[in-house]
């Protein structure tokens, strides 16, 4: 499923007009974006989570030439599986 896919089946099954359910769906996604741009942590009980993982600069490789190079620090969103949706998908 993409976003195109979630605002159609959100329009669908709440009767909402597609401008309507994109709107929507673009303000779930933004407050998502902002908190976890602002080191926050987003808890969906029965889904997941979402936070942000910090990783520190390195030595890394190029794989085509073998040559070493230094990779800067970075943030990176990270999503942990809730318990109730690992069991829904495992069956």
């Known amino acids: 499923m993409n976003k195109s896919d979630l605002i ?3 329009a669908k099954k709440k009767n909402l007009t597609d401008k309507q359910a994109t709107e929507i769906v673009n303000i779930m996604f933004d407050g998502f974006t902002n908190e976890l741009k602002n080191n926050g942590r987003i808890e ?3 889904f997941g989570s979402f936070a942000v993982k910090e990783y520190g ?4 490789r190029n ?4 040559e070493k190079t230094a990779v800067k620090p ?3 969103p990270f999503f942990k599986v ?3 949706l ?3 998908v495992d069956g």
Request: hydrophobic residues 30%.
């Open 86 to 88: 690992k069991k829904m």
């Open 74 to 76: 970075k943030r990176m």
């Open 8 to 10: 159609e089946v959100l």
């Open 57 to 60: 600069a390195y030595m890394g």
């Open 63 to 66: 794989p085509k030439t073998g």
């Open 82 to 84: 809730g318990r109730e």
């Open 44 to 46: 969906i009980r029965g």
